[in-house]
């Protein structure tokens, strides 16, 4: 789930595209959402962090014939969770995934046979619903058949629900540039969708022209003028075009993006190669502990960025200081709660998880 930007929106386009608000009404839009993708099977998962986890990933054919995977789906994970009060979405594709999913939806037999695999999955291994993760569709046709195939698990889920006599969730992860939300229709959304995962992240990477933040708060006055991008302006643009924030939920990486140049937003054209593209929290911290790496606050995006102890490599990521400042701003923007890319990345030897620790005590402060 970590998608590399399909296109670079401009600072205007987020302007020209906002649309009048549309009011909503949401059942139980109060309770705030905590949420943490499980990619494999981590060793131990602090349970009382979460209120929902996404079970990643649950892949298929283009024939809609779903391909066995070693650790989704998973009983234990489920009946764990369940005991510790935690709801388990299962996570359907990713990054990667989405010519499938469009081949699937411009054959009738093959959406069929993907939608009955799907809900005997989430019925056999008792998950509390879907969280759809087709990135990105970005056409005419793939448009049709995303919301063709969002418009089924919704009515199928809706209907398990009842035989479970409990609520069954429709989620889905949704990219951070206007260019790809647009293709996006809110009154769709409403209408099937329980909240939606932003994956404000990966704004920069190896194909930017410069080594910018991957998830700035922020915009930084040193980006390309024409290249504008943040985390506040994802969130502006989708709630100025009328979805309501209750709806939203706000990505929070647990990883930072590497670029071999000796400062942050330096032209990378004729850069080398980093060593490598992305970096864990847990490599960051303890490349950071080893005190050779020097650790760099950017006071305008509020986010750290890591020095290399030769001055050729940097890595932009989030710390419990920016994983913090980017929660109090998500509550104070009324946002549905906010998520992790993925829960054991910042799992350290001492067995806390000192970035989602800090996002879940902001999150759930008490006002004096």
């Known amino acids: 789930m970590r998608p590399r930007a399909k296109a670079i929106a401009l600072l205007g386009f987020f302007i020209a595209l906002c649309q009048p608000a549309f009011a909503a009404t949401v059942e139980n839009a109060e309770n705030k959402v905590f949420v943490g993708y499980v990619s494999g099977m981590p060793k ?3 349970y009382k962090l979460y209120t929902h986890l996404c079970h990643a990933f649950v892949v298929a054919e283009k024939d809609g014939t779903l391909i066995p995977q070693e650790n989704v789906p998973n009983h234990e994970l489920a009946r764990e969770a369940h005991q510790a009060g935690v709801e388990v979405l299962v996570s359907l594709g990713g990054w990667g995934w989405d010519e499938k999913f469009a081949a699937m939806s411009l054959d009738p037999l093959a959406e069929d046979r993907y939608v009955s695999a799907v ?19 970005d056409t005419n046709i793939e448009i049709v058949g995303f919301e063709r195939l969002a418009r089924r698990f919704r009515q199928a889920l809706d209907e398990l629900g009842k035989k479970k006599n409990r609520q069954m969730l429709l989620t889905m992860a949704a990219a951070a540039h206007p260019t790809t939300l647009e293709w996006l229709n809110n ?50 643009y989708l709630t100025k075009r009328g979805l309501p924030a209750n709806r939203l939920a706000l990505g929070l990486p647990l990883y930072g993006r590497a670029f071999a140049v000796p400062e942050p937003y330096a032209n990378t054209t004729t850069a080398p190669k980093p060593r490598r593209e992305s970096a864990n929290y847990q490599e960051i911290e303890q490349m950071h502990r080893g005190g050779k790496w020097v650790r760099k606050w950017d006071d305008e995006t509020k986010n750290p960025w890591l020095i290399s102890p030769d001055h050729n490599e940097i890595i932009g990521y989030d710390d419990s200081e920016s994983i913090a400042i980017k929660t109090q701003w998500a509550e104070e923007q009324g946002l ?27 999150l759930y402060r008490k006002s004096p």
């Open 44 to 46: 131990e998962i602090h």
């Open 119 to 137: 809900m005997n999955l989430v019925d056999k291994f008792d998950y509390d619903g879907i969280d759809l993760d087709w990135e990105y569709p």
């Open 187 to 236: 009154d769709f959304l409403l209408e099937t969708m329980d909240w939606i995962n932003v994956m404000t992240y990966d704004y920069c990477g190896s194909w930017a022209k410069f080594a910018g933040h991957h998830s700035p708060l922020f915009a930084s006055s040193k980006m390309p003028a024409d290249e504008v991008l943040s985390t506040e302006m994802t969130i502006n």
């Open 336 to 362: 549905r709660g906010v998520f992790f890319w993925q829960i054991d990345a910042d799992r350290l030897p001492n067995g806390t998880n000192p970035l989602q620790e800090a996002a879940h005590e902001n």
